[in-house]
DNA sequence: CAGTGGTCTAGACCACGCG
DNA sequence: GCGTGGTCTAGACCACTGG
């Protein structure tokens, strides 16, 4: 089982066997005796080591699991998870100057580390706006929308799945309800519609993936993800955009700046 | 059990017993047929009504709990998991302004949304900077700082630990340094010694808590923590304070103003 | 006390990966 | 084919909660 310190379990603790067990692991982790990627020892050699039975290793297994310091990958082992590039999302994301140069932000910013952007499933559509997503474009219960859809890749590795809301009244007939929303993405096609920006509001809630975003971004059991809703307000104070994400909690660092007033 | 509509096990579906289990209860819980608080069935109960071995049975509930849907509470039961009051931490929450009241961000916020704030483990010494704090600040590698380490109460449960770390140079021998920092709070101590503030530059991270933290916070298996770190820039530029806060996710939305500038 | 979930055992068969 | 993890069984004893 290579360099690493197992202790035997102490039967006068009073700390549960597998609890132990995965303590000493996790200790192995933590000291980095296992370093990001190396192969946790397996099923088999722990049964042997701790003389325990196997759902007693399964369980401590489970437990590291689930704090999300590994994975198992089913026919080869249980690795030490290792970080994909994290992407930092800086408050200025959305300034005009960007938006200027034609790159969308995404692209820009995944360049800048490194990375290699793609965007898929991008689907466009009209429909009727959620209750909550009409209430933050102050539309009324029975308003329609341009929904577009997009998942955005690192490398070919999901990160994020995005949805955005517009008034079907501004977007509906503009490259808005096109799946290619051109040079500068969204936001500049809002401008050249008049609707010049003025700021953005954003809301973000951590929690657990569901299943249906657990199987989008090919999350591992014991990573959370980022909950984000961005609203856009034009000049006047109309909200002309609302923009849903989820966001692989650990391919992002959100930065922000906050003025002291 | 009620009022519930659970199906029995589709023996020819490849999807595992366990998991088809998981979905129905998930189903019951989306459904709102089991409500926040509501008990969920016995493991003896669906033992009888799926007729498989208790582990199974286990197995689909430990699904829901760490998806963050059930707490269990031994020889009580499982419960769908009800949230505690959110606090929203808004863009606003250092402007100056709320200073000048004299109340701290943290009880005039709760007060604002119906709960009762409480601090404690409040503790203060003088230690040699972190390497990564020290970095924040602009220090070299062997500064002294002053470290405030405290946990923030709502209604009497814990939702938030935070330590502020201060160059000991500014803050020694000050209110700084002690434990009651005052009316206003160390930023307003900070403002006192002429050291006016600029701006603050948050990082946000979302991760599973550790061992630590799950037991400082009393979180149950499947809520994750937002890790905030928050640097303090006086005008001038100097980087005055550096607060690292992990927070219940099920506690906090985090709110952001940006200016599409 | 009865009922609940928490831990643990000692097996079984299966599906996946890799050589 | 062999070793890996994934699922499942059928028991056991324990610790906690509540009447």
Chains 1, 2 share one sequence.
Do not use: W
């Not at 005796?33 to 039975?53: C, F, M, N, T, W």
């Amino acid at each position: 089982m290579g360099n690493l310190t197992l202790p035997l379990i102490d039967p006068a603790s009073d700390r549960a066997v597998f609890k132990q067990i995965s303590d000493h692991l996790r200790g192995e982790i933590e000291a980095g005796r296992l370093q990001p990627g190396d192969k946790v020892p397996s099923e088999s050699q722990l049964i042997e080591h701790y003389g325990v039975a196997r759902m007693t290793i399964r369980q401590a297994l489970r437990e590291l699991q689930s704090e999300g310091l590994t994975v198992a990958e089913h026919g080869r082992g249980v690795f030490v998870r290792s970080r994909p590039p994290v992407r930092r999302l800086g408050s200025d994301r959305f300034a005009r100057r960007h938006r200027d140069h034609g790159k969308a932000a995404f692209i820009a910013e995944t360049e800048g580390i490194g990375g290699k952007p793609s965007v898929d499933s991008i689907q466009v559509d009209e429909t009727q706006a959620p209750a909550d997503i009409g209430d933050r474009l102050s539309l009324g219960s029975d308003a329609r929308v341009i929904r577009r859809s997009r998942r955005y890749l690192i490398n070919g590795h999901p990160v994020e799945t995005a949805v955005s809301y517009i008034p079907a009244e501004i977007a509906r007939g503009t490259q808005i309800s096109t799946p290619d929303s051109g040079p500068g993405g969204i936001y500049a096609r809002l401008e050249e519609l008049g609707h010049r920006l003025d700021h953005f509001d954003e809301d973000i809630r951590a929690r657990m993936p569901t299943r249906d975003e657990a199987r989008a971004l090919k999350l591992p059991p014991g990573v959370p993800v980022f909950h984000l809703v961005r609203t856009a307000f034009a000049e006047g104070g109309r909200a002309v955009e609302v923009c849903d994400t989820v966001m692989s909690s650990d391919a992002y660092v959100l930065s922000y700046h906050l003025p002291a007033r």
